[in-house]
């Protein structure tokens, strides 16, 4: 009976996240350049037990939560006309530098503007961070924004970057340094849309609270029939 009660309750604390991770995506459809992350699941160890007549039944622990992912399908490109709103047509990621920290991140968000700092315009994102260039410096544009000014940087393995949060991606040691990519093509007076869409996530909700529900039912079915079992001692 113990191993039912372990198997629900890891059950349900995977499909929680499961949900918090559909929650999300669902709540960033609109959000610029988003990427929906997605839930990985894995079972958990077996054992064999006597099953009588020397047969031996397989009989799992349940499953966990093995990693959350990230999808890097792209978005639509969305027309605004702002002549510095830049989005990536291709793969690729813009490089930022945190004003405060001076620490590089990487998004595909390119909402960008100006920020007057005395005799000097930089550009930056929605949160006043600089944008970078190729060569990893602040991208002045006193005299006038060049979108070729613009680093647009790739990943051996974009697939190990770590979430930060706003839209923002970290380098590991999974997905390699941010490198200089050629390939990259950007179009500017666009942005690139959400790729979370709200019917496929709805259709992970369904799924995933049917399998929260299941588990729930599993911890109530194991908590009925041990305290039968106690009563009969």
């Known amino acids: 009976m113990i191993r039912g009660f372990y198997s629900a309750n890891q059950g349900l604390k995977s499909q929680q996240t499961y949900l918090n991770n559909i929650a999300n995506n669902i709540a960033n459809v609109n959000t610029t350049?988003?990427?929906p992350q997605q839930t990985a699941f894995a079972s958990l160890l077996y054992s064999n037990v006597n099953g009588g007549s020397g047969t031996l039944v397989s009989t799992g622990s349940g499953a966990k939560v093995e990693k959350t992912g990230i999808d890097f399908t792209k978005g639509s490109l969305e027309k605004t006309d702002l002549p510095m709103?830049?989005?990536l047509t291709g793969e690729g990621f813009f490089a930022i530098e945190n004003k405060g920290t001076q620490t590089v991140t990487y998004t595909r968000n390119g909402a960008f503007s100006i920020s007057v700092e005395g005799n000097q315009?930089?550009?930056v994102d929605g949160s006043g961070n600089y944008v970078l260039g190729a060569n990893r410096n602040r991208i002045d544009i006193t005299q006038g924004f060049d979108a070729k000014a613009?680093?647009?940087f790739n990943f051996s393995n974009p697939y190990g970057l770590?979430?930060?949060?706003n839209n923002q991606f970290g380098a590991t040691t999974q997905s390699g340094q941010g490198t200089i990519y050629p390939e990259g093509t950007l179009r500017t007076g666009y942005l690139e849309s959400s790729a979370a869409q709200v019917s496929r996530?709805?259709?992970k909700m369904i799924e995933a609270s049917k399998g929260f529900s299941f588990n729930a039912k599993i911890l109530q079915a194991t908590d009925e029939m041990e305290k039968t079992i106690n009563q009969l001692r």
Do not use: H, N, P, Y
């Open 33 to 35: 350049a988003f990427k």
């Open 85 to 87: 709103d830049c989005a």
């Open 121 to 123: 315009s930089f550009l």
């Open 150 to 152: 613009v680093g647009i």
């Open 162 to 165: 770590s979430l930060l949060g």
């Open 201 to 203: 996530e709805m259709v």
